[in-house]
């Protein structure tokens, strides 16, 4: 069973191929802008958003996969940039992330700083807006070895730990530094609202490796998005929206939509039911809630792969938690990108 674990460890701390990480994604993808394009920093109907998301995978006696993050995002220097454009914004933040599997073996964080910049282009009947960003992240991988037991520790009656693992080479990994880029285009009106974008993360194959071998990297992560919303009455509200992104033999795609329904006429209050696909994977049911600038989502993954033929059945939760502020927002609310 030790030995087991660590074959695991190593696959998931070390990967395959030429890239021997994948990076953490989220169910609700869309409620984890920054992780999402750098380009979305500060595209919201406000002048700060704060995010925080936490997924527990296959949930058990062990909790074996668990990823969570908090960002901060904020429109700066508006309308106060001499010689620039009223309506064009420019945007700063960050994030923080963390990963954890068996039990916290294999650990991981992340730590991202963002600058977008969103250029009015149209401004009659439908706003267009193009949207650049740009990101720089640090990150660090750790396996606990004094938790896993080792052939060379074991003496014929069992494992003893105090015995060196022979293994103290692989102690040691080093954090890496990459960097990311994204364009986004947005085309809205009083009542409706487009936005589609690329992005790519770790685009200098920062090197990310226990063992001393250049060509051991990490790959390119590539993202491709669209969100559509729009009002259906005075009170209802349709959000559409999908991803696809691929790192190295790792790729998927998930899309879905949801409804929401405002409580009352101020709108203030809206209730969100939806449902998400991920390929080949899982189908995601979604509800949330908002109220005023809060806005609280819970989805869980039905799963759809081979590991639901497994004895325990894989069980995954995601919370995602905003917070919008600083003036009253506008235009449509639900959307967790705006």
Known sequence: MRKILVLTAFIWALGAGKSYAQDPSFSQFF????????????????????????????????????????????????????????????????????????????????????????????DAGNKHKLGIGFGGIYGHRTVDFSRLDWEEQFTGYGFNTNLPTGEAALANMKGYISLSAGLTYSISNETSNLDFGVAAFHVNKPKQTFLEDDKQVLAIRKVGHANYETFLDERTVLNINGIYQFQDQAKYFSVGGAVGYYLEDENESLITAGVWYWSKNAIVPYVGLAYKDMQFGVSYDLTVSKLNQATRKPNTFEVSVILRGTKPATGIIPCPWK
């Open 31 to 122: 409620s984890s802008p920054l992780n999402i394009n750098p380009a979305l920093t500060a595209n919201i109907n406000a002048d700060w958003r704060m995010v925080s998301n936490l997924r527990d995978q296959w949930i058990g006696p062990a909790s074996p996969y668990m990823t969570g993050s908090i960002s901060y995002d904020r429109k700066v220097m508006q309308n106060k940039m001499s010689g620039v454009e009223e309506g064009n914004v420019m945007g700063v933040g960050g994030m923080l992330m963390f990963d954890r599997a068996m039990g916290g073996i294999a650990k991981s964080i992340y730590g991202s700083l963002d600058i977008s910049y969103r250029i009015k282009l149209i």
